[in-house]
């Protein structure tokens, strides 16, 4: 990996000043203002997947908007700051959709709404949708310019569209969210200044569901991270509804697994990491999570990350991914058998018990795929 130091010749700013990658040129002289200054401190930054390139971005970051300046949000006229202001990376955003005419049109809204004005494109990959996915899509090009809508039907799986994206991207930073979801007003512009600094990044997922009923009723729980999910005794893992990579690290990776039934997210951001890549929290990135509303869908859902759970230890097994405990997972099939009567007199106890229950059935079906023992 290439390790890149650079510092920011000492100045006095009124206005959020930008960076210098040994420049000698003189700072522009600033506006008389009645505040007082404050000088730039030195910093330095470490390249992980942009090598040489990579520009100094750490002590601007501490500003309102971090690394970039305020014109790129706010329309204000790029010629009033300083020549050495760091461009931006191109930004490509990648749904996957699959007969999601009902919601797509949605997260659209939401991308337009964005406050970014820097480069950026919206790819849609539809993979062998039979609703209206695509007409709903191509009613946003006039609102979002850098629209496209591509075939991804030639595989079924969102992998396979997210793969098809990703490899006609314009972009040399790739962001990925989820058909389903809605990116919350700023989403864009904190996970273009994380884009900046960082190779492998992910934000906030926050669930959401239609009825008042606990949302996180049959998914687990969240943890300490949110966003960032820490796997026991091995790597730390994000769902691809609101993850982000370098053009190159994905190259480098190979992009998304297809051959996963379930837990493609996590195998991708395995993958990454074990190329040295770590997986950073962007904590103003937030992204609204549909749950699923019947019992059925979170059925099926919960059942193919069973399987999907077996798969990865599969996968990664000989990476160090711990195995899970077979006396703990007795236990918790046999909580199940016994808490079943207690769990159907309420809709979060009826969610809950259901939720697991697909989880651990999932588990068995895994394991008899893949011929390994797995609760």
Same mark, same amino acid.
């Given at each position: 990996? $290439?390790?890149?130091?650079?510092?920011?010749?000492? %100045?006095?700013?009124?206005? &959020? /000043?930008?960076?210098?990658?040994?420049?000698?040129?003189? /700072?522009?002289?600033?506006?008389?203002? /009645?505040?007082?200054?404050?000088?730039?401190?030195?910093?330095?930054?470490? &390249?992980?997947?942009? *090598?040489?390139?990579?520009?100094?971005?750490?002590?601007?970051?501490?500003?309102?908007?971090?690394?970039?300046?305020? #014109?790129? #949000?706010?329309?204000?006229?790029?010629?009033? +700051?300083?020549?050495?202001?760091?461009?931006?990376? +191109?930004?490509?955003? =990648?749904?996957?959709?699959?007969?999601?005419?009902?919601? =797509?049109?949605?997260?659209?809204?939401?991308? $337009?709404?964005?406050? #970014?004005? *820097?480069?950026?494109?919206? =790819?849609?990959?539809?993979?062998?949708?039979?609703?209206?996915?695509? !007409?709903?899509?191509?009613?946003?090009?006039?609102?979002?310019?850098?629209?496209?809508?591509?075939?991804? !039907?030639?595989?079924?799986? $969102?992998?396979?569209?997210?793969?098809?994206?990703?490899? =006609?991207?314009?972009?040399? +930073?790739?962001?990925?969210?989820?058909?389903?979801?809605? %990116?919350e007003p700023g989403w864009l512009a904190a996970m273009a200044a994380a884009a900046a600094e960082h190779s492998f990044i992910a934000g906030v997922s926050t669930p959401v569901h239609e009825t008042a009923s606990d949302s996180q009723s049959g998914m687990g729980r969240t943890t300490r991270w949110s966003a960032i999910l820490p796997s026991k005794g091995f790597l730390d893992a994000a769902a691809t509804n609101n993850l982000g990579v370098s053009a190159n690290v994905w190259h480098e990776v190979g992009g998304f697994r297809e051959s996963m039934l379930a837990g493609m997210d996590t195998a991708f951001c395995w993958d990454v990491q074990l190329l040295g890549h770590p997986l950073v929290r962007v904590d103003r990135a937030h992204v609204s999570y549909r749950m699923r509303t019947s019992l059925r869908e979170l059925w099926s859902q919960q059942y193919r990350w069973g399987i999907g759970s077996v798969q990865l230890y599969v996968l990664f097994r000989e990476h160090g991914v711990p195995r899970s405990s077979t006396f703990g997972g007795i236990v918790r099939v046999l909580g199940l058998v016994a808490m079943a009567p207690f769990s159907i007199w309420s809709v979060d106890g009826r969610r809950d018990w259901v939720g697991r229950a697909a989880r651990r059935a999932g588990r068995i079906a895994g394991s008899i795929r893949f011929r390994v023992f797995m609760l």
């Open positions: 990996m $290439a390790r890149t130091d650079c510092s920011c010749r000492r %100045a006095t700013w009124t206005r &959020s /000043p930008p960076c210098s990658r040994g420049s000698t040129k003189t /700072p522009r002289s600033a506006p008389a203002s /009645p505040a007082r200054p404050r000088p730039l401190r030195a910093c330095s930054t470490t &390249s992980r997947s942009r *090598g040489p390139t990579s520009r100094c971005t750490t002590a601007c970051s501490r500003r309102r908007g971090g690394p970039f300046p305020e #014109w790129l #949000w706010s329309g204000v006229d790029a010629d009033a +700051y300083d020549e050495r202001v760091p461009e931006p990376p +191109y930004l490509s955003v =990648i749904i996957p959709a699959r007969d999601a005419g009902a919601t =797509i049109g949605t997260q659209l809204e939401a991308l $337009a709404a964005q406050n #970014w004005q *820097g480069r950026w494109e919206v =790819i849609v990959a539809d993979n062998g949708s039979r609703d209206d996915t695509v !007409s709903r899509a191509e009613q946003w090009r006039d609102r979002l310019p850098g629209l496209r809508v591509v075939d991804a !039907s030639s595989v079924p799986g $969102a992998s396979h569209a997210r793969n098809v994206a990703a490899e =006609i991207a314009s972009g040399d +930073y790739l962001l990925f969210l989820d058909a389903d979801d809605v %990116a």
